[in-house]
């Protein structure tokens, strides 16, 4: 119920309002400013009524025409036009009204800012169009010659361009709330301002002894760039009133020109026309470059803290100056205290010296080649640390395509440089521990297999002599049972270090399981394998109580390599030799067939 109230006061709102500012408006312009031909220098009540239609819903259109078109035959019947012109006049300030709102509604859907200067220029575009059509259309349904569609076009057009915008921003900034947010002082600037764009106003065109039409210039010029477009729109308006005024009463320069009435209008008009198109978008130019200002800043600010937080800053050399600059980021990566002069060899003499070599020729590379360049380095900072920096960047080029700059940036690594290292050694670990007997630390069955793999491929491909030979600790179950099992882990663990410690350095032994060995020998003849073979047996028998452990004996399987297509078919060979040992007394070697 509510909304359907607001609706239906609305309903008669805007056309009251219409019909009410669209009437005072025509009626002090009539009597203030009226000029040859009885067409006012500044139509206000077309500026008025296009910005009640741009600030009003859709709906209630169609009932604001009809009272603007009402309001506007009986204001231009009471100033003495026929019924037919004054209809005509109606007619033609309607259909501006109508073909201006219809191009601001496709070229800025959205809603017309004056923040924007390609919004200002299509609302200029918008009025002068729609004046032009209107002059059209009021000379044709009058018969009327090229000076009443001139006079008629720039009336229109000013009372457009110099109405519309103060009355948009005004209204815009009340339903924002924004004249709240502004404070008493810029309130009272924005005040001081307009009364001094008046007082230069009112110099300049109520007297002609000095000229000084330049004066309204400055001041809206100096109001536009205070307050923006607000400034400008509210500082041409008051201009153009007074100007309007003092000049149809006779006072300031313009009446003092030695041209026809109707030429000295044109005069008044042209130069209203100018100061608006020179300083409304120069407003928005203004509240332009303020928003990049402030975005700027904003992006620097953000990029300075990601530069912070990334442990990034920034250089570039000048190749032409031969110098370099840093950013803060840079500063505090080398240890530098920010604002330290820095050259060119002494930011290369932070670098260690084989880095600062690599460095200098990626760079010369770089600069010759014109291609993108990377590098990492270690510095060392003035207190002695050390850090690991990597740098990335371009070449810059002038027109001519030479090099003279070199942009890049440095990223401090350190900790990434470390962790790398930590993992690396988390995997080298975890490496060894997959491929170490955790008892004895001989390489365990998988790293043996492996190995044993690799040197039969040598065997295959290249000839390479080889052999294998497993050990089996003779009656180990016995040695658990009487003497315990940890005594039967260090028995295992003995034996490994001494079959180690006997075989050469090409050689391998590794733990198999429980308590089985195999032996590697590589490069070496089946004689010479069976002689270290019988090494490492001896070298294990040889008990000379030192660590007061029981003595061991082992027997061994020996197999050289026949061709075998698999390791699993040697080992299956050495394995068959072994228990041939075994079956023949144990303690011995036993060669495969």
């Given at each position: 119920m ?16 219409t ?5 005072l408006?025509?009626?002090l ?5 009226k ?8 139509w206000?009540?077309?500026?008025y ?14 009932a ?6 009402v ?11 026929p ?9 033609a300030n ?12 496709r070229r ?7 923040m924007?200067p ?22 044709l349904?009058?018969g ?13 057009a ?5 109405i519309?915008?103060?009355?948009i921003i ?9 004249m709240?947010?502004?404070?008493f ?10 009364v001094?764009?008046?007082l230069?106003?009112?110099i ?8 000084l ?24 308006l008051v201009?153009a ?5 003092l ?22 008009q042209?130069?209203?026309?100018a ?18 200002a402030?975005h ?5 600010r ?10 990034v ?17 840079t ?6 205290e ?8 002494s ?24 291609r ?23 070449i ?6 030479r090099?003279?700059g070199?942009?890049?940036t440095a ?16 995997r ?28 039969l491929?040598a ?6 002599p080889?052999?294998?030979?497993i ?11 009487r ?7 260090d ?27 195999v ?6 003849s ?22 007061d452990l029981?003595a ?8 050289v390599?026949?061709?075998e297509?698999?390791v ?11 228990y ?5 007394g ?8």
């Amino acid at each position: 119920m509510i909304g359907s109230l607001k609706i239906r006061a609305g309903a008669i709102a805007w056309p009251l309002l219409t019909a009410t500012g669209y009437s005072l408006l025509a009626h002090l312009s009539l009597i203030a400013t009226k000029g040859p031909e009885n067409i006012a220098t500044i139509w206000p009540s077309s500026g008025y009524f296009l910005a009640l239609l741009l600030l009003m819903p859709a709906r209630h259109h169609i009932a604001s025409f009809a009272a603007m078109g009402v309001t506007g035959i009986a204001v231009n019947m009471m100033s003495g036009a026929p019924p037919l012109v004054a209809c005509s006049y109606a007619f033609a300030n309607g259909s501006e009204a109508a073909f201006a709102l219809w191009l601001l509604r496709r070229r800025e859907p959205d809603g017309l800012s004056f923040m924007a200067p390609r919004a200002v220029g299509n609302f200029c575009f918008a009025a002068l169009s729609g004046s032009f059509l209107s002059g059209v259309l009021a000379t044709l349904l009058t018969g009327a010659g090229l000076g009443f569609f001139l006079s008629w076009t720039t009336t229109v057009a000013l009372g457009l361009l110099i109405i519309t915008p103060p009355i948009i921003i005004l209204t815009r900034m009340i339903q924002s709330r924004a004249m709240a947010r502004i404070d008493f002082r810029s309130k009272l600037e924005a005040a001081g301002l307009i009364v001094l764009t008046a007082l230069a106003a009112v110099i300049s065109f109520s007297q002609d002894h000095f000229p000084l039409s330049f004066l309204p210039y400055m001041a809206v010029v100096f109001a536009a760039y205070r307050l923006g477009p607000f400034g400008a729109a509210s500082g041409i308006l008051v201009v153009a009133l007074i100007a309007a005024m003092l000049t149809a009463q006779g006072l300031g320069p313009i009446p003092e020109i030695e041209a026809s009435p109707t030429a000295r209008v044109f005069f008044l008009q042209f130069y209203l026309v100018a100061m608006l198109f020179m300083v409304l978008p120069l407003a928005a130019l203004l509240v332009l470059r303020q928003r990049l200002a402030k975005h700027l800043a904003q992006s620097n600010r953000w990029l300075v803290e990601a530069q912070a937080a990334a442990h990034v800053g920034h250089w570039r050399v000048d190749l032409l100056r031969s110098t370099i600059q840093w950013s803060d980021q840079t500063y505090r990566i080398h240890g530098v205290e920010q604002g330290t002069p820095v050259t060119i060899q002494s930011s290369l003499a932070c670098y260690f010296p084989e880095d600062a070599i690599r460095v200098q020729r990626t760079l010369a590379r770089a600069a010759k080649e014109g291609r993108p360049f990377e590098y990492q380095g270690r510095i060392r900072r003035p207190d002695g640390s050390v850090r690991h920096v990597k740098s990335h960047g371009s070449i810059e080029r002038d027109a001519d395509g030479r090099a003279i700059g070199v942009f890049g940036t440095a990223q401090d690594v350190t900790q990434t440089v470390e962790n790398a290292r930590m993992l690396e050694q988390a995997r080298h670990t975890a490496e060894q521990a997959a491929n170490t007997d955790m008892l004895t630390g001989l390489p365990n069955r998988r790293h043996m297999l492996g190995f044993l793999d690799q040197a039969l491929r040598a065997a295959q491909e290249d000839g390479a002599p080889l052999a294998v030979a497993i050990l089996d600790i003779d009656h180990f179950k016995q040695v658990n049972d009487r003497y315990g099992h940890a005594t039967g882990d260090d028995v295992i663990r003995r034996v490994g270090e001494r079959a180690r410690a006997a075989l050469r350095k090409d050689d391998m032994v590794g733990r198999f399981g429980g308590e089985e060995y195999v032996c590697v020998f590589q490069g070496t003849s089946a004689l010479a394998a069976e002689l270290a073979a019988e090494r490492v047996r001896r070298a294990i028998k040889n008990d000379d109580d030192a660590d007061d452990l029981p003595a061991v004996t082992v027997s061994v399987g020996l197999a050289v390599y026949a061709g075998e297509d698999s390791v699993e078919e040697l080992l299956h060979r050495a394995d068959k030799a072994l228990y041939s040992a075994k079956r023949a007394g144990r303690n011995r070697t036993g060669l495969a067939a």
